[in-house]
């Protein structure tokens, strides 16, 4: 390998150290049904009842909710929820917040759910397509999970090609933990229970503080094994909350929207295409070996996504010194 093309390898290894762009997934409108409509045939556009764009049954479903009817539990909050808008988290992350209309009760739409139905497994894809993604973030909560359990999953599926002609080059599987109430875990309810309730109590559901953690993830196809992905914790939103009905019935303690981080720089993926990713809700399907919530409604609410990748004038400027440095070296030899 000559030095110009040691140059521009290590030209572009180092760029995703540099400052990233953000690249809100779904556009504008976040999303949207028409934005994962064509990657899921299980949608429930509005939560509208009784069947899926398959003709599926409800029970089958994944539908989009409201924050305040559905995740909160018609709770009073100190602040209202964001609604069909931008926010930031302390990171500088931005997430474009799902603008899709409204469903019962005349409801924004703000987060996608599986419509619950114990021991079935649902999958949420959302599309990517994205080159050189180092980071991707996620807004994701619970409703009614369990403490230190696994409910959800996400799966990356990679590409060495941008319309993936060759297949799904490696898939890799994060196993994401639910909080443990003593300050671990990356998932978290919607509700944080801080004074018990009727169902919920601090202690049994997944509240409390999140922790940055490094997963051991599964990779299958190219690279099959394991990787290291540190996943980084936010908190977009909180405020407190009373009077929520349903399982949080008595309690009180903080209405929260959070995110995670998902970290590939550094590793072979950062190199390829980030095609889509799947969230996964176990909800205790047969042979899913990974100890979900023992609560039927234990599932995702889905928020946002949104892709880091280097900004490309962060890019062309390194390829443009390192080259110069290179090409002096040259001559003077």
Do not use: H
């Not at 009073?76 to 019962?104: E, R």
């Not at 196809?221 to 909350?241: E, L, M």
Request: with cysteine; charged share 5%.
């Amino acid at each position: 390998m000559n030095l110009l093309t040691k140059v521009s390898v290590f030209a572009l290894a180092v760029a995703g150290m540099a400052s990233a762009a953000y690249i809100q997934i779904g556009g504008s409108n976040g999303l949207t049904q028409s934005y994962l409509g064509a990657s899921n045939t299980n949608l429930n556009p509005g939560g509208s009842s009784p069947s899926c764009a398959n003709n599926v049954s409800d029970a089958g479903c994944i539908s989009e909710r409201s924050y305040s009817a559905t995740l909160y539990s018609n709770a009073t909050l100190g602040t209202s929820a964001p609604s069909g808008t931008t926010v930031t988290d302390p990171n500088g992350v931005a997430f474009n917040l799902i603008t899709d209309g409204t469903g019962p009760g005349s409801k924004p739409n703000n987060f996608w759910t599986p419509t619950s139905a114990f021991n079935q497994q649902y999958n949420l894809t959302v599309p990517i397509n994205l080159y050189n993604v180092t980071n991707l973030y996620t807004m994701l909560n619970l409703m009614w999970g369990n403490a230190n359990v696994n409910d959800v999953s996400v799966l990356f599926n990679f590409c060495q090609t941008s319309a993936c002609t060759g297949g799904t080059t490696s898939q890799v599987t994060v196993n994401l933990i639910n909080s443990n109430n003593a300050g671990a875990g990356v998932l978290r309810d919607g509700l944080d229970c801080k004074v018990a309730g009727t169902n919920c109590t601090p202690t049994t559901y997944a509240s409390g503080t999140l922790a940055n953690t490094t997963y051991t993830a599964t990779v299958t196809g190219v690279g099959a094994g394991t990787a290291s992905i540190p996943v980084s914790v936010s908190t977009v939103f909180t405020t407190g909350f009373s009077g929520a009905g349903g399982q949080y019935a008595g309690a009180t303690g903080n209405a929260v929207l959070d995110d995670q981080g998902f970290n590939f720089n550094g590793t072979a993926f950062s190199t390829e295409y980030l095609q889509s990713i799947v969230i996964r809700q176990t909800n205790n399907a047969p042979g899913d070996g990974l100890g979900s919530s023992s609560y039927v409604g234990s599932d995702f609410a889905l928020s946002a996504v949104t892709a880091a990748v280097p900004e490309p004038s962060t890019v062309l400027l390194m390829l443009s010194g390192l080259g110069a440095f290179g090409f002096k070296r040259l001559r003077r030899k």
